[in-house]
């Protein structure tokens, strides 16, 4: 059974840095391809960012492109979220995701795992 747990949530300030983590286990990561998207209150969850199967697959969210960097470390069965420049619209809860396909990654539709999310709230 695949699981999926992220971790490496918290409180920040505005300009401030965080690293989520997401790790995997069950099945080996290279199998997937992975994702991350994100919840504010009140609003529809969306795409934050993707990794395929190769490393420098890599799509961004315009609204995140150039602060944020996902990447994966499949000997470690981890892949990252790495937040810099972390604004107040930035708070959510952040869910990583699992998908065997490599394309249509930043449709919800295309992952066949989720894990529990994690909050990151960024003060003003």
């Known amino acids: 059974q695949v699981q999926l747990v992220e971790s490496g949530g918290g409180l920040v300030q505005a300009g401030g840095s965080l690293r989520l983590s997401c790790a995997v286990s069950?099945?080996?990561?290279?199998?997937?391809?992975m994702g991350w998207f994100r919840q504010a209150p009140g609003k529809e969850r969306e795409f934050v960012a993707t990794?395929?199967?190769?490393?420098?697959?890599?799509v961004y969210a315009d609204s995140v492109k150039g602060r944020f960097t996902i990447s994966r470390d499949n000997a470690k069965n981890t892949a990252y979220l790495q937040m810099n420049s972390l604004k107040p619209e930035d708070t959510a809860v952040y869910y990583c995701?699992?998908?065997?396909?490599?394309?249509?990654?930043?449709?919800?539709?295309?992952?066949?795992?989720w894990g529990q999310g994690t909050q990151v709230t960024v003060s003003s």
């Open positions: 995701a699992a998908s065997t396909s490599n394309g249509g990654r930043l449709l919800e539709k295309t992952y066949d795992c």
């Open positions: 069950g099945t080996p990561l290279s199998r997937y391809a």
């Open positions: 990794i395929g199967w190769s490393a420098g697959n890599t």
